[in-house]
């Protein structure tokens, strides 16, 4: 039986006839949830559908849930698994320090091949997004035989981390708030990735700031210090997995500048522009990415077999 790729994007940029609302309410019911106990603590998984193996790992702020459109769109050519790395104040709390110092995110490495033992999955397809970026990249190197593809939003090597960043992530990591109690928290998302959702679905950007705000600062620190000791740069030449990094506008001068050293350094890589997306084309554009997502797998299947 041939499989056909998702429908390309349509006005609505959102599963027709669903708006997100019903998409979220959807997916939730029908998908399953479990907590996967780890040695390096507790992972939060929820998967859907059939088909070959999809990891998806979330970004700093961006919780595992914000996947959900892109997800429901993929759910039918692939079994899609989320992990979102427990917020409770459970085994995972104890190894805070010792995360802190252990580079390259060698805790959420064992995190996720611990998840895919439970699962029976030999080799998924991993999709990440910034620090999920970082964590797919460092799960391929370390372990190139159980990772089939890697699709990079937002990815980097190594990202410099100033003093101001590490005095904040010190601060943090004692914090009891969430994100949303932040003061300008509003307006530095809005001027980041306002501009890139659709104007038509006016609920999908509150959406967004209200799912994100309720990560607790704990978290986002803890996947800050994650990021400090972390620098794949000269190990880049031997990530042999098939690499598709996903460019969108808005990036930086530091962001562009991770992305080019990405290009130039991995081996199996192919790069594909995004437009007029932002860097949240799973909630902005979830047809495009889809579309994007399903051909560099298929047609790339053969090379990671």
């Known amino acids: ?35 996967v106990e780890t ?13 070959r193996p999809l990891y998806f790992l979330p970004g700093f702020t961006a919780p595992a849930e914000l996947f959900c459109l892109l997800i429901w769109l993929l759910r039918d050519e692939y079994r899609c698994v989320t992990l979102e790395p427990s917020w409770s ?5 104890s190894n805070q320090k010792r995360s802190a110092t252990r580079p390259n995110f060698q805790y959420e490495v064992e995190q996720l091949l611990t998840v895919a033992d439970e699962l ?11 620090y999920g970026a970082a964590w797919g990249m460092a ?18 090597a190594h990202r410099r ?3 101001l960043e590490r005095q904040l992530a010190w601060w943090g990591s004692r914090s009891r708030r969430t994100l949303v109690t932040l003061p300008f928290r509003d307006l530095i998302q809005t001027q980041n990735h306002r501009r890139w959702f659709p104007p038509f679905d006016t609920t999908r950007w509150p959406y967004f700031l209200e799912t994100s705000g309720q990560m607790p600062v704990m978290e986002l620190a803890r996947r800050a210090r994650s990021v400090m000791n972390y620098d ?16 969108t506008e808005g990036d930086g001068g530091v962001a562009t500048r991770c992305l080019d050293e ?13 437009h007029n997306t932002g860097h949240l084309a799973y909630l902005t554009h979830p047809h495009r990415l889809a579309k994007l997502v399903w051909s560099f797998v298929t047609e790339t299947v053969g090379k990671s077999s």
């Open 120 to 130: 029976h999955d030999d080799r998924p397809a991993i999709f990440g997004t910034d």
């Open 39 to 51: 040695p390096a603590g507790s992972v939060s998984v929820r998967y859907i559908g059939s088909g």
């Open 1 to 35: 039986m041939s499989i056909s790729p998702p429908e390309p994007d349509s006005a609505t940029a959102c599963p027709p006839p669903l708006m997100w609302q019903d998409v979220r309410r959807e997916y939730l019911a029908e998908s399953t949830e479990r907590i």
């Open 161 to 163: 981390i100033s003093v």
């Open 262 to 274: 990405l290009e130039q350094g991995l081996p199996h890589v192919q790069t594909e522009w995004l």
């Open 139 to 156: 799960t391929a190197l370390s372990r190139p035989d159980r990772v089939s593809h890697l699709l990079l939003l937002n990815a980097f």
């Open 89 to 93: 104040d459970g085994p995972r709390a």
């Open 232 to 247: 794949l740069r000269a190990e880049l030449p031997r990530l042999s997995t098939p690499t598709l990094l996903i460019r």
